[in-house]
Nanobody
């Protein structure tokens, strides 16, 4: 599976962005998907995860209520809608796919495939 994230950019605090992650491969629909982010000087952290059918979702406390993860299995794409963005959301955002589970997971080590990331910058 190859992943390519897009949709990052510069936005003012309180604004919104929608990230997309396009996946190749016929097995995309059987993988749990996730979004992670890494700010400068910090470790990569979990943001959101979605189960293989899109029924289950799970969020980090820091984004719950502001971010929404969704997926389109027919289009091999996963999305991250980010609303009410804050300066502390500034980071490189990565999408990831897990072949080890079909359910949501926040554990970085359970993800097998990673995209190259897209930069989100939120100005105050």
């Amino acid at each position: 599976v190859q992943l390519q994230a897009s949709g990052g950019g510069l936005v003012q605090a309180g604004g919104s962005l929608r990230l997309s992650c396009a996946a190749s491969g016929r097995t995309f629909s059987t993988y749990a998907m996730g979004w992670f982010r890494q700010a400068p000087g910090k470790e990569r952290e979990f943001v959101a995860s979605i189960s293989w059918k899109g029924v289950g979702t799970y969020y980090a406390d820091s984004v719950r209520g502001r971010f929404t993860i969704s997926r389109d299995n027919a289009g091999n794409t996963v999305y991250l809608q980010m609303n009410n963005l804050k300066p502390e959301d500034t980071a490189v955002y990565y999408c990831a796919a897990s072949r080890r589970t079909t359910q949501t997971t926040s554990h970085l080590y359970e993800y097998d495939y990673w995209g190259p990331g897209t930069l989100v910058t939120v100005s105050s």
